[in-house]
């Protein structure tokens, strides 16, 4: 116990991190309290260094805690799903529901209707998917889910491509990397440039009282968010970077290294909306350039051959330098 | 209380009898009455504590019902046609977790050629999704059939659909008895669900089953309806001494008793058919009908005996098996395994084509001939069915099908008969 609060300066650590311990209580991560809910627990099935068995575990304990453990969980079909259930091993600790690939959204709807119908007001709903499961298949339900404002918090686990069939392409895929449905070979090795969503900005075009993005490398910030979303009522959506040491071809131990790269570089900016407005952003304190993201990842490895692809490589930093503008990210 | 309305209506009303705490609506004719008039209880707080819900989609408003129900509350919500093909997977997915949902099919043809009338081809299409299927022959069946509904549902952990034709039915205005809320609450107690999503006691909901468990969910799904077989009947006269009314069960006879020719149906074409057999019957025939009010489960031992001792059957069906002819034939024909006599399948009321008197008796005295073909299409223009095969026969772009084919009839569209 601290007696008193102290304040600490994160620049003097030289990263966002700092020691529990240096921490008053109240400052401390859920994921740090011996107390957490484990709500999903180990022993399931997640590769190593699996990006989204992290973001679920972060995301649920911070809203178990936040909600007084009054949680319901609806998962879309998906590898959360499948590594995280076959029966009789479910590692949820939480009442959890899975229907279909596509609807998430919609049974969150639904149990969350049920609550108001019950009157129980104190258990609250969240819906969960990857960014199949959000950003194509169950883009029209969520979409639904959000101009209704229906009391869910709905959480994308984006890793950028269909890894629970074996890494095919999604409408999250970034350019130029390569998926198997989008192989490196021909003449634009990779995804295409100039396709894709960003369902951040959807969101926030319904006009929700709260759209997040957060990373797996940034916990304490991650945390906030999903307690921040936790505080209030109505459709939320938060918008977490994954990544997946299968599917990108980078090494498990370098999970939450990429993941920060992804901020630090501009490529995934986190930032805070209220009803269609950016509120806040998390700014980057040294720039770093694309080509330190890129190189730890072989489905990128097409950019760094004989001949490095510049032009490609000069459109990646492109499209980094354009959101620290536009999310004001270098102060 | 006795009451002149609309079928939709009447439907409505027992919903709201039977106090839903979710009903999701999304439009499609010719179910929109149904649950333009919830939404209306709704609003006025005439149907109290209960949540209604504008979704985008049938697939939404399906999976909308699942989540409620998980949650434990009792949901409703109502379809026809294209908007139970688009909500498929939701309808497979609600059997297979043991949802108790009821649902309404406002019977209507599946396009293309987009088509809004009535026919069976849109719940035939769920046939072996894992719901129970009633058709309702009247508004007051229908209205009857939504209370047994939930309770069925509720008993078993097995969602039920409840079918009434398109228009025929949903927007014909009849005299039906409405029930007082005292009535329908002695009969359908409060909801208990076998799973909840509870905080305080947690459980996975539709985790992966592999190879070593998925026959054995699967049996359960089968004897569930197996169940089912017994309970509607038992249903059926449990409603009849609250409600004073026949309605329901697995079957109904009609005159069938000493009948040599048996026609069966399903749903409202039960009151033509019932009506030729009387003229039929006045006239000397031995005929008689059975109407099915139970698809699935499919009532094979009850069918047997009321068809077999009869000489011929002819069955009359709203939809199509193409490339084979019925659907309700096949399980007839199951039904009847073993016996001899002349099993004849009649494609009738496509796309709200009317079955009138008189076609039917032309139908039902070629069949007591034995003159039918094994397959039959009831009042098919051959001449524009020829037309168009010698047509494609000559060119190759020969263009839209449907089109050439209604050039040929001309702008008849309104012909019922």
Known sequence: ?331 | MLKQTEGSHAVAEAIALCRPQVICAYPITPQTHIVEALGEMVKTNELAQCEFINVESEFAALSVAIGASAAGVRAYTATSSQGLLFMAEAVYNAAGLGLPIVMTIGNRAIGAPINIWNDHSDSMSMRDAGWIQLYAETNQEALDLHIQAFRLAEALSCPVMVCMDGFILTHAYERVDVPTQQQVDAFLPAYEPRQILDPADPVSIGAMVGPEAFTEVRYLSHHKQLRALGLIPELATAFQKQFGRDSGGLIRTYRSEDAETIVVALGSVNGTVQEVVDEMRADGSRIGSVSICSFRPFPLGVLRDALQHAKRVVVLEKCLAVGLGGIVSDGVRKALSGIVLNGYTVIAGLGGRAITRASLRRLFEDAERDELEQVTFLDLNADAVSHELERESKARRTGPTAEAILRRIGTVASRIG
Not at chain 1, 28 to 43: E, K
């Open chain 1, 1 to 331: 116990m601290h007696e008193q609060e102290q304040q600490i300066k994160f620049y003097q650590t030289g990263t966002f991190t700092v020691g529990n311990r240096l921490l008053a209580d109240d400052q401390r991560s859920v994921q740090a309290d011996v107390h957490r809910t484990n709500s999903l627990n180990s022993g399931h099935r997640a590769c190593q260094g699996c990006g989204e068995a992290l973001g679920a575990r972060y995301a649920i304990d911070a809203a178990m805690e936040a909600t007084g453990n009054q949680l319901i969980a609806v998962n879309a079909t998906g590898c959360l799903e499948v590594f995280s259930t076959p029966y009789p091993e479910t590692s949820w600790q939480i009442p959890w529901i899975h229907s279909l690939f596509g609807n998430a959204a919609a049974v969150a709807s639904g149990v969350a209707a049920a609550q108001r119908a019950l009157g129980r007001s104190d258990v609250r709903v969240i819906a969960q998917g990857g960014d199949g499961g959000t950003t194509d298949i169950g883009f029209g339900c969520l979409s639904g889910m959000f101009e209704r404002n229906d009391d869910v918090l709905y959480i994308c686990y984006d890793n950028e491509a269909y890894m629970n069939t074996g890494v095919q392409r999604s409408s999250a895929t970034p350019p130029a990397a390569r998926t198997a449905t989008t192989p490196a070979m021909g003449h634009s090795p990779g995804n295409v440039f100039g396709t894709g969503k960003y369902v951040p900005r959807i969101a926030m075009a319904h006009g929700i009282p709260y759209v997040a993005t957060a990373s797996v490398s940034n916990l304490r910030d991650l945390e906030r968010k999903v307690r921040f979303a936790m505080g209030i009522h109505g459709a939320r959506y938060i918008h977490i970077f994954v990544p997946c040491p299968l599917g990108w071809g980078s090494a498990p131990e370098d999970t939450i290294k990429i993941a920060r790269l992804a901020v630090e570089t501009g490529l995934f900016p986190l930032f805070e909306a209220q009803h269609g407005a950016v509120t806040a952003s998390t700014p980057i304190r040294h720039k770093i350039p694309v080509t330190e993201y890129l190189k730890l990842q072989k489905r990128y490895a097409h950019l760094f051959g004989k001949e490095p692809d510049i032009d490609r490589i000069a459109r990646i930093q492109m499209m980094a330098d354009r959101n620290i503008a536009e999310f004001g990210l270098l102060q």
